[in-house]
């Protein structure tokens, strides 16, 4: 289930929590990130889709993520091969399975 809401995430660093009933995150720090987590929501709904979309500031193809760490919340799991690095226009999604706690990316 796609849900409306929308988080921009500005940080060069650090772990950044998505918001719960978020269905787009743009990742757009206005430089590189050198190291930078991204942690699921902790509240998810059965088929739940968060969309990750990286880039806006910077742009080309540009790094934007230079280690990228892509994280489950709390009693949560992660499958499939996450990013580890972002350029501009890189995008990725995670859809929430809630029977088994988990996030299964999508592409």
Known sequence: MQRDGIQEITATSGTQTVNDAT???YVNPASLAATLSLKLPPNPQD???VNFQFGGTITGVSA??????????TAQSLIGAALTAANAGTSTSYQYRKSNTTWYKLF
Do not use: C, E, H
């Open 23 to 25: 269905g787009i995150v």
């Open 47 to 49: 088929q739940d889709v």
């Open 64 to 73: 934007v993520v230079s280690v990228l760490t892509m994280l489950a919340n």
